[in-house]
Nanobody, 116 residues
Framework: QVQLVESGGGLVQPGGSLRLSCAVS????????MGWYRQAPGKEREWVAG???????NYADSVQGRFTISRDNAKKTVYLQMNSLKPEDTAVYYC??????????WGQGTQVTVSS
């Protein structure tokens, strides 16, 4: 059974940075595109960033230029570096396979709160 464990969230002031990690176990990893997603209170889960198995990346317009997704296949981990954080980035962040694929069971996510 595939397990996704997200970490690295926390409380940060506007303009601050955080680096999220997502460790994958129970599955091969390097062949799959991966993505980060987020869900704010009262809203649906939305896609944030994606990285292919060839390491090409793409981003939602709302985070373009501020967030960077990366992966370490040896560690079966995907990362999300978040800079210049805004209050509207507040959400629970999740990782999973890329958009348009069959998602694994979702992990518990990691809470990111941007507030002064």
């Amino acid at each position: 059974q595939v397990q996704l464990v997200e970490s690295g969230g926390g409380l940060v002031q506007p303009g601050g940075s955080l680096r999220l990690s997502c460790a994958v176990s129970g599955s091969i990893f390097d062949v799959y595109g991966m993505g980060w997603y987020r869900q704010a209170p009262g809203k649906e889960r939305e896609w944030v960033a994606g990285i292919s198995n060839a390491r090409s990346t793409n981003y939602a317009d709302s985070v373009q230029g501020r967030f960077t997704i990366s992966r370490d296949n040896a560690k079966k981990t995907v990362y999300l570096q978040m800079n210049s954080l805004k209050p509207e980035d507040t959400a629970v962040y999740y990782c999973n396979r890329g958009v348009g694929t069959s998602f694994w069971s979702w992990g518990q996510g990691t809470q990111v709160t941007v507030s002064s």
